[in-house]
């Protein structure tokens, strides 16, 4: 049974930090690429940054030099360093990862909980 236990979520003040984190637990054979989503009210959930297994990372461009993605293989946990936010980055983040496992064949995608970002003064 894989599952995604996210945490770090919390109310912060525009110009502030939050850090996120996502850690897979189960039996795992490997993980795959990493990510986190995050879905406002009324709109549809959104790519916010992903890692692969090899460290290569991507952003959206409204992240872009603000947030960090990073990732310990060895715990198999996902990181979402999050700096100078903004009001318009609240949402709820979701973690997602790519796991093979080791009693069937091919990838299977999985989604974390959710954790509540609240960016307001």
């Known amino acids: 049974q894989v599952q995604l236990g996210e945490s770090g979520g919390g109310l912060v003040q525009p110009g502030g930090s939050l850090r996120l984190s996502c850690a897979a637990s189960?039996?795992?054979?490997?993980?795959?690429?990493m990510g986190w989503y995050r879905q406002a009210p009324g709109k549809q959930r959104e790519l916010v940054a992903f890692?692969?297994?090899?460290?290569?990372?991507h952003y959206a461009d409204s992240v872009k030099g603000r947030f960090t993605i990073s990732r310990d293989n060895a715990k198999n946990t996902v990181y979402l360093q999050m700096d100078s936010l903004k009001p318009e980055d609240t949402a709820v983040y979701y973690c997602?990862?790519?796991?093979?496992?080791?009693?069937?064949?091919?990838?299977?995608?999985?989604w974390g909980q959710g954790t509540q970002v609240t960016v307001s003064s």
């Open positions: 890692i692969t297994d090899t460290g290569s990372t």
């Open positions: 997602n990862a790519d796991v093979q496992l080791p009693t069937r064949r091919g990838t299977f995608g999985y």
């Open positions: 189960g039996s795992i054979s490997n993980v795959g690429v």
